[in-house]
């Protein structure tokens, strides 16, 4: 499904945080917002997953705009693994996934079996089937992640948005994530901090500086040195990975 | 593992039968706490009583046990059950929709300006306040309350957990202020019936004292159990809520609209009865799990419950006289509740 944002602006308590943002995402593939803190990535997802209510502009997921739609009608098609949820209660795994039905079901719906079978699935996709008795809280920050995107697969919406998906995990857990994510085969919207993960998992990059888009395209074209220096203030460059031959992104401290 | 597996104390069929047995509980403990008091009336007769009047029959009643089943003491064990129900679920949903585990009715200010426009009416003796009644300038100063809240906490038209918090302590911080300005100021006579009404008292409850409490909790009760899953998801975050498709603004301005006038309509019936709304839903919680498709109904019966068998303690503790009831919600509840509590933290281990 397209996403298309069209001159978005948000602002915070008159601090311009997004500034006349456009952009197109194709159906499929795995795009990276990228940039520094403060750039505005997670502003960004906001928009697209109606959380947030830009103060100009437009954003299309599909045919539809997202504030002309209700929000159950946005859930169905956007998905999102957020970085607020809450740890203080004691909700089992297989409760936190079965929530991805909340926009599928009618005010008095009862769970059906077709619902527990989706949700058990996706548990099962994300390997974390053998946990769902267990208390979500109590789990790693790697099976958080991936029993959160089992809730956002729970919802079969045809996008799906990750807010730093890989924040606090270790290194084997960040690139298990990233592999998963990248074989779901949907269209995915995923700010990223570490510009090697945008490099080796993404199909196209998003760059972010100040609230604006500086560039947009393939993650080799995007991540110029000149551009690197000036948004991040790091050297960088793409160079073959030692170990697979594929495209990996190196950073040096400014010389 | 099987399928049904569950880190709740209670899940699947189990559920079912904590529902059953807590409402039958219930029906036992409202007929023995009608029957308990100055004069003890059987069960039995407790029960033929009660039958009489619902399905007729009331002839052959002996008048005497009549009036004080039917006229004194149903009531207030009724009103007892719908203020521990109703307090329950004001407790449920202040504590999901500012996703603070102490949030109750008490913490919003509603039952400050309650028992503010209560406490007016009680030493006021004559004039505007006076001629609302008690009950009436309770409810009054409610919903005044409220709106405080409301306008203190609102940014643009929305609602953030924080602002409402901080908004709420203030408002009944201020409320309070002015209680304790005009406790001081009243007159020994006075003095008494305020101490009671803050601490909260079913005693003297008539059938009229009933409509308001019994109205809203129903509307409340019927309302919450279609938002139950928006809740769900509301209860671990804004925007993982708005993820899953809830409209999260409208859905927090309805439920806080919706706690607060049943707190109102219980409040000003019984007044400052505190501890309940805080209580119940976290021990409701510690036994079937924080999903509210399960809380709500168990809350519902389980506080009214727990406030029948507090009115009960109320009252026999020191016969013939009674005793506020907020003063054992706290003491009954909290050892209860720390009980609970070591045991969830032993099982999370």
């Not at chain 2, 306040?129 to 100063?141: D, E, N, Q």
Request: hydrophobic share 50%; with cysteine.
């Amino acid at each position: 499904m397209r996403v298309v944002v069209d001159g978005v602006s948000v602002a915070i308590d008159d601090n311009p945080i997004l500034n006349g943002v456009t952009l197109a995402v194709r159906s499929g593939g795995v795009t990276g917002l990228v940039g520094p803190n403060g750039s505005g990535k997670s502003t960004l997802l906001r928009c697209l997953y109606r959380a947030l209510r830009p103060a100009t502009g437009t954003v299309l997921i599909g045919p539809d705009e997202v504030w002309r739609s209700s929000a159950r009608q946005v859930g169905r098609r956007v998905a999102v693994v957020t970085q607020d949820h809450d740890l203080d209660n004691d909700y089992s795994v297989r409760e936190t996934v079965a929530m991805g039905r909340t926009p599928h079901q009618g005010l008095l719906d009862r769970e059906s079996q077709a619902d527990r079978d989706i949700a058990r699935a996706a548990l099962e996709r994300v390997g974390m089937g053998w946990a769902g008795h267990r208390v979500f809280a109590t789990l790693s920050g790697g099976e958080r992640q991936r029993v959160l995107l089992a809730r956002a697969l729970t919802q079969q919406a045809p996008v799906l948005l990750l807010d730093e998906p890989t924040n606090h995990l270790d290194i084997g857990a960040q690139l298990e994530l990233l592999e998963l994510v990248r074989g779901l085969g949907l269209t995915t919207i995923a700010a990223l901090h570490d510009l090697d993960h945008a490099t080796a998992y993404c199909d196209q990059l998003v760059l972010l500086h100040r609230g604006r888009v500086i560039a947009t395209g393939p993650p080799a074209d995007v991540l110029s040195p000149d551009r690197v220096a000036a948004v991040f203030g790091v050297r960088g460059a793409i160079a073959p990975h030692p170990i697979t031959g594929r495209p990996h992104f190196v950073t040096a401290p400014p010389a | 593992m099987p399928r049904t597996a569950s880190p709740h104390l209670v899940s699947g069929a189990g559920f079912t039968v904590l529902v059953a047995v807590l409402t039958g509980g219930l029906g036992v403990a409202v007929a023995f706490a009608i029957g308990v008091g100055t004069v003890d009336v059987p069960v039995g007769e407790v029960v033929t009583v009660v039958w009489a009047h619902l399905f007729g029959g009331t002839d052959a009643l002996d008048p005497l046990t009549d009036q004080i089943v039917w006229q004194f003491r149903a009531p207030r064990v009724l009103l007892a059950a719908l203020a521990g129900g109703g307090l329950s679920l004001a407790g449920v949903c202040l504590q999901t929709l500012v996703r603070n585990p102490l949030a109750d009715p008490y913490l919003f200010g509603v039952t400050a300006g309650a028992s503010l426009g209560a406490v007016i009416a009680l030493t006021a003796g004559a004039g505007v306040v006076a001629g609302l009644g008690v009950a009436g300038a309770a409810f009054a100063g409610a919903l005044a309350s409220l709106a405080a809240v409301f306008v203190l906490a609102q940014r643009g038209g929305r609602l953030v957990g924080t602002s409402l918090v901080l908004a709420g302590v203030a408002v009944a911080a201020l409320g309070n202020a002015a209680t304790s300005y005009l406790q001081l100021r009243a007159n020994p006579a006075e003095l008494r019936g305020v101490m009671f009404w803050l601490l909260g008292s079913v005693a003297g409850a008539g059938w009229p004292d009933l409509a308001a409490p019994a109205v809203a909790t129903a509307v409340v009760v019927v309302w919450l159990f279609t938002r139950a899953r928006p809740m769900n998801a509301l209860s671990v975050g804004d925007d993982t809520a708005a993820g899953l498709g809830v409209n999260v603004h409208r859905l927090r301005i309805l439920l806080l609209v919706a706690s607060s006038l049943l707190t109102a309509a219980v409040v000003s019936a019984v007044g400052g009865i505190g501890f309940v709304g805080l209580i119940v839903p976290h021990a409701v919680r510690l036994v079937v799990g924080p999903d509210h498709r399960r809380v709500f109904p168990v809350s519902l019966v389980a506080g009214a419950v727990f406030l029948v068998l507090v009115d009960l303690v109320t009252r026999t503790v020191d016969r013939p006289n009674e005793m506020p009831v907020g003063i054992f919600t706290a003491a009954l509840g909290a050892p209860f509740f720390l009980v609970l509590l070591r045991r969830r933290k032993r099982a999370l281990r």
